[in-house]
């Protein structure tokens, strides 16, 4: 623990194995992080990330080393919120802290944070405390009690708008992605149901899948620096929730969503009832069928990619994630001024 003082921003987030978690936490801190640092001329050692890294969480430590930020392992036994976690925390001299994931932080921890740390921010908690924080974003976790320092709802998520100008797309190239933690399976169930399209596909999934999986399609797995490239090129996102199903939304890809848990539910179904996406909650033997043909319906449909097109704009637009960033922007300059 050396040079701890000199961190100007902290990032407190995980990502694991684990139901609920998977990825998702970690590449949104990583996104704000590489805004901060280009927008404000910052080193990457002048932030950190506080992250778990051992056992179910060591997907962590293969992103953060490809990110080249700095970071310090967490042990992997420390509860959210808890009185180690503050115990840590107190080494710290940052004047401002982002904290993602989901749950709901309790009183103490909301007071420590409140009084260690000149600026702070939260994203997608559930707690009464939200209001101890500068700002507090709930994109994905919506049915949060309402504050003058809080943003609520779709509008406010936080994506990657990536500068993607060369691309080969084509009808036959197939995005599947179902997080960090394909906790169902659902990669190696939907394959299997592709199987049947008498058109040879191209099948990108994440090398993340170790799984192999024998296809008539041709498949192939890219490593998630290469996720955006490989999603815009594609014609159709075969996704589950999380923040794939909003990037897919941003790209404007025709997209079928097996989400995977409640809250990604919650939030397919809103999309569903503007039209801008197909929705599967299950894959039952019923649904599998049902799923193929509304690929075969979908896949070479030019007026159905149009029609959704122009609602998925008026849902997410690039001009709304700037605006997002800018929210977390101003809460920086503050410790600069």
């Given amino acids: 623990m050396k040079n701890i003082s000199k961190f100007k921003i902290l990032f407190r987030c995980d ?16 996104n704000i992080a590489f805004f901060l640092k280009k927008k404000f001329n910052l080193k990457k050692n002048d932030i950190c990330f506080i992250t778990k890294t051992q056992g179910k ?61 000149d600026k702070k921010i939260i994203l997608e908690d559930m707690s009464n405390f939200r209001n101890k924080f500068d700002l507090s974003i709930n994109s994905l976790i919506r049915n949060v009690p309402k504050n003058k320092k809080a943003r609520i709802g ?41 199987n049947k399209y008498p058109i040879k596909l191209n099948l990108y999934i994440p090398e993340i899948y170790k799984k192999n999986i024998r296809s008539k399609h041709k498949i192939i797995k890219f490593s998630m620096h290469k996720y955006y490239y ?26 079928i969503c097996i989400p995977q848990y409640e809250h990604q539910l919650y939030n397919a179904i809103i999309l569903k009832k503007k039209n801008t996406i197909e929705l599967f909650s299950k894959l039952d033997k019923k649904n599998q069928l049902n799923l193929f043909k509304v690929f075969e319906k979908i896949y070479t449909n030019i007026n159905y990619k149009k029609k959704i097109n ?26 600069i001024n």
């Fill in 230 to 255: 490989y999603l815009y090129k594609s014609n159709i996102a075969i996704i589950s929730g999380g923040l794939t199903l909003f990037d897919s939304i941003l790209a404007e890809k025709k997209i």
């Fill in 57 to 117: 969480f060591s997907k962590s430590l293969e992103i953060l080393r490809k990110s080249k930020f700095s970071f310090i392992s967490l042990n992997h036994k420390t509860k959210n919120n808890s009185i180690e976690e503050i115990k840590f925390l107190k080494r710290f001299d940052s004047k401002m802290i982002i904290i993602d994931r989901l749950g709901k932080i309790n009183s103490n921890f909301a007071n420590f944070i409140s009084k260690k740390f």
């Fill in 15 to 30: 990502a694991g194995d684990i139901p609920e978690l998977g990825t998702g936490h970690l590449y949104r801190s990583l």
């Fill in 154 to 194: 779709i509008k406010y998520l936080i994506l990657k708008i990536p500068d993607i100008k060369n691309f080969n797309f084509s009808e036959k190239n197939i995005f599947l992605f179902f997080g960090g933690y394909d906790y169902k399976n659902l990669n190696t169930k939907v394959i299997n149901i592709l």
């Fill in 310 to 335: 122009n609602r998925q704009k008026k849902i997410l637009n690039k001009n709304m994630i700037l605006r997002n960033y800018n929210l977390i922007t101003r809460i920086y300059e503050k410790t």
